[in-house]
């Protein structure tokens, strides 16, 4: 019996392994820990936070630990840019319950399809020459938009005001009206560090289809960023004057992109009464 006994009491002996444990995002620094069912939104930021448990220490009761935060999309894409840092502290036997603790902040982009992300930890114990890693779940609720091989205009709608979540239920508007056509626009391709170049402008048509004006100068889209823009929203507007004779007509929104040489058009009729 003494053998097993030995190695019953060896074996209480044997040091935990290196791992990343008590996960938490919150809303905000310091904040308590959201559910896990919690949906974040495009151009938010996630306050994370974790410990660490199981690491070595030198003679001298110290320890030394590397560690890095990234967060990817469902694509296993990342969000931004890798963020490193060590921890070197010295831990005597009355802090036998401390555990380091690491803390960073996790930018959503504002353009980013709605799914299921993570945050990936990975930490190295330099003393002990030991590693762990830890995926934490979080899922956005973004805008949906469908994607496309290709230049292409999504969701064109008409609005009464710029401002406007919900789409005008009857694109009709009167002598004074704003009229507000807002679109996404996808399909783009993308130069040197993600960067777009996208123009877009816009024609009015009477119902026999014969071109009334043509906005003499497109807008114009030309940015980087660390994560690609699945895509790019879009707005135009025209005021409809006081002579403006009451029937349809239509609005017609071109779009070019400069860096994949690709051009395409949309269209949305509405009502003057």
Same mark, same amino acid.
């Given at each position: 019996?003494?053998?097993?006994?030995? /190695?019953? /009491?060896?074996?209480?002996?044997?040091? %935990?392994?290196?791992?990343?444990?008590?996960?938490?995002? =919150?809303?905000?620094?310091?904040?308590?820990?959201?559910?896990?069912?919690?949906?974040?939104?495009?151009?938010?930021?996630?306050?994370?936070?974790?410990?660490?448990?199981?690491?070595?220490?030198?003679?001298?009761?110290?320890? @030394?630990?590397?560690?890095?935060?990234?967060?990817?999309?469902?694509?296993?894409?990342?969000?931004?840019?890798?963020?490193?840092?060590?921890?070197?502290?010295?831990?005597?036997?009355?802090?036998?319950?401390?555990?380091?603790?690491? %803390?960073?902040?996790?930018?959503?982009?504002?353009?980013?399809?709605?799914?299921?992300? $993570?945050?990936?930890?990975?930490?190295?114990?330099?003393?002990?020459?030991?590693?762990?890693?830890? =995926?934490?779940?979080?899922?956005?609720?973004?805008?949906?938009?469908?994607?496309?091989?290709?230049?292409?205009?999504?969701?064109? @709608?008409?609005?009464?005001?710029?401002?406007?979540?919900?789409?005008?239920?009857?694109?009709?508007?009167?002598?004074?009206?704003?009229?507000? %056509?807002? /679109?996404?626009?996808?399909?783009?391709?993308?130069?040197? @560090?993600?960067?777009?170049?996208?123009?877009?402008?816009? =024609?009015?048509?009477?119902?026999?289809?014969?071109?009334?004006?043509?906005?003499?100068?497109?807008?114009?889209?030309?940015?980087?960023?660390?994560?690609?823009?699945?895509?790019?929203?879009?707005?135009? =507007?025209?005021?409809?004057?006081?002579?403006?004779?009451?029937?349809?007509?239509?609005?017609?929104?071109?779009? $070019?992109?400069?860096?994949?040489?690709?051009?395409?058009?949309?269209?949305?009729?509405?009502?003057?009464?």
């Amino acid at each position: 019996m003494r053998p097993i006994l030995l /190695f019953a /009491f060896a074996s209480s002996l044997v040091a %935990a392994p290196l791992a990343v444990v008590r996960p938490i995002i =919150s809303d905000s620094e310091g904040g308590a820990a959201l559910p896990a069912s919690f949906e974040y939104l495009p151009g938010e930021t996630l306050f994370f936070s974790c410990r660490v448990s199981g690491f070595q220490k030198t003679p001298e009761e110290k320890i @030394h630990l590397a560690y890095s935060v990234q967060a990817f999309d469902p694509k296993g894409v990342p969000l931004d840019e890798l963020f490193k840092n060590e921890v070197t502290e010295e831990v005597t036997p009355q802090d036998r319950e401390w555990m380091p603790k690491i %803390a960073t902040e996790v930018a959503i982009p504002p353009l980013i399809a709605p799914g299921n992300y $993570k945050i990936v930890v990975k930490t190295e114990d330099l003393v002990g020459n030991t590693q762990a890693e830890l =995926s934490v779940p979080f899922t956005v609720r973004g805008h949906a938009i469908e994607p496309s091989d290709t230049l292409t205009v999504r969701n064109f @709608h008409f609005y009464r005001g710029e401002d406007d979540a919900q789409p005008a239920e009857k694109p009709s508007y009167r002598a004074g009206d704003a009229v507000w %056509a807002k /679109f996404d626009i996808t399909g783009f391709k993308y130069g040197p @560090h993600n960067k777009i170049s996208i123009s877009y402008g816009m =024609s009015i048509l009477d119902s026999s289809g014969k071109v009334l004006w043509t906005q003499p100068e497109p807008a114009k889209e030309e940015t980087e960023s660390f994560y690609p823009k699945l895509y790019l929203p879009a707005a135009l =507007s025209i005021v409809v004057q006081k002579n403006t004779t009451p029937g349809q007509y239509t609005i017609v929104a071109q779009v $070019k992109d400069a860096i994949g040489g690709q051009t395409t058009e949309a269209k949305g009729v509405f009502t003057v009464e």
